[in-house]
């Protein structure tokens, strides 16, 4: 295994400065299965008996439901599988082309803060965005990573900002263990976030990199991250994503 040194210290670093196991999965992971592998590695890290891990991995075609979603969200239902989760947020999409990043960390090894959490995630993914010249924006009273895109003006001369969704965060927290996490779009099926109103929030789009015109490649946006989350979180190292062939689904899809 490589580990990768940091420096300078990270701003949401472990205290004992041990690395964080970092996996990437081939092919498209079932929601059930992963899910699986997150609730099974995070009640080892509880007990001590497993490090932190970063695995990302992609999904096929899905939409899941955090614990705010609301049902008049789900615009079209019969559309994809639909999977309730325990995770923060709405109603959210999962597909190929989109890097879900499922965060598993000790915060009794960090800091017992769930706010300074997302904002370390939300730093970490605009850390990634800048190594393509994407400014990543965080608004208020709006969750996930957006950025201002400008074009111009349907009805007559002139410039329209508007933004858009890059990123999802949605993270849950068990004994202070975190799992969920962040979702990037690099190049997904767009159309397919038309079956919900993303996130609750139906005054703004989506876009992906690809979308603004970066003909960015998976293994670029993985080593942005890596390099991104070393220095707000701390060194990782290379290791086997978990096993999911041999783990019974946690969840079944929901009947919305």
């Known amino acids: 295994m490589i580990a990768y040194p940091l420096s300078p210290t990270p701003e949401f670093g472990r205290n004992d400065k041990e690395p964080v196991q ?3 999965s081939s092919g498209h992971i079932g929601y059930t299965q992963a899910l699986a592998a997150m609730e099974d590695r995070v009640a080892a890290i509880a ?3 497993a490090p932190e891990l970063v695995w990302l991995l992609e999904h096929p075609p899905l939409y899941t439901a955090g614990v705010s ?5 789900l615009l ?3 559309r994809l599988p639909v999977f309730t ?5 709405q109603y959210t999409y999962h597909g190929p082309g989109q890097r879900v990043a499922y965060v598993m960390l000790d915060l009794n090894s960090r800091r017992r803060d769930v706010r300074a959490f997302v904002t370390a995630l939300e730093t970490w993914v605009i850390g990634a965005l800048e190594a393509f010249n994407v400014q990543g924006l965080i608004r208020p009273d709006r969750v996930g990573v957006w950025v201002e895109r400008k074009t111009p003006a349907a009805d007559g001369p002139g410039i329209v900002a508007r933004e858009d969704k890059i990123a999802a965060i949605g993270v849950k927290i068990r004994r202070w263990v975190s799992f969920h996490g962040v979702s990037l779009n690099v190049e ?7 079956g919900i109103v993303p996130c609750g929030i139906r005054e703004h ?3 992906s990199l690809v979308d603004l015109g ?5 293994d670029e946006v993985d080593e942005a991250l890596r390099s991104s989350f070393r220095k707000v979180f701390g060194a990782v190292q290379d290791a086997d994503p978990p096993s999911t062939l041999t783990l019974k689904p946690a969840h079944a899809p929901s009947e919305s």
């Open 205 to 207: 789009g989506v876009t």
């Open 188 to 194: 997904p099926d767009l159309t397919h976030f038309d």
């Open 214 to 218: 970066l003909p960015v490649g998976m």
């Open 47 to 49: 007990a001590g008996e």
């Open 76 to 78: 079209a239902p019969d």
């Open 69 to 73: 979603a609301k049902a008049a969200d």
């Open 85 to 89: 989760t325990g995770r923060g947020g």
């Open 22 to 24: 970092w996996a990437i």
